[in-house]
């Protein structure tokens, strides 16, 4: 199963739920952790953006209603980087549902 991400270090028990250019959300089904994988064509290292698939629902839906209610999707500066506002807004936001760690790798995952 899902052959097209072979590797050393790619493990059975991690299931693709999507991707992000090509990098792969992935589904452990040891823990339920969601993980997030930047990888080249044959390293995968990975890191924890939730607990669970509810978690990552909750903190998608924090970023939509960020993203197009808050910031009318003018989330970038006139150097096209992410603003810092939107990072502030959306950061302030996750506590509520992340931990610290995958709060910063959530956040890393969406908007670089």
């Known amino acids: 199963m899902q ?3 072979q590797s050393e270090n790619w493990k059975d028990t991690w299931f693709v739920i999507a991707d992000i250019h090509s990098d792969p959300l992935i589904l452990d089904s040891r823990n ?5 994988s930047r990888h080249d064509m044959s390293n995968f290292t ?3 953006i ?7 629902l909750n903190s998608l839906k924090i970023y939509v209603f ?9 989330i970038l500066d006139e150097t096209y980087e992410v603003k810092n506002e939107f ?20 956040i890393y995952t969406l908007t670089y």
């Open 66 to 74: 960020e993203y197009y209610i808050v910031f009318n999707e003018k």
């Open 50 to 56: 939730a607990n669970n698939f509810d978690e990552f």
């Open 32 to 36: 339920g952790k969601i993980l997030f």
């Open 3 to 5: 052959n097209c991400y």
């Open 46 to 48: 990975s890191v924890e």
């Open 87 to 106: 990072v502030k807004a959306l950061r302030n936001k996750l506590q509520k549902v992340l931990n610290p760690t995958q709060i910063s790798n959530f």
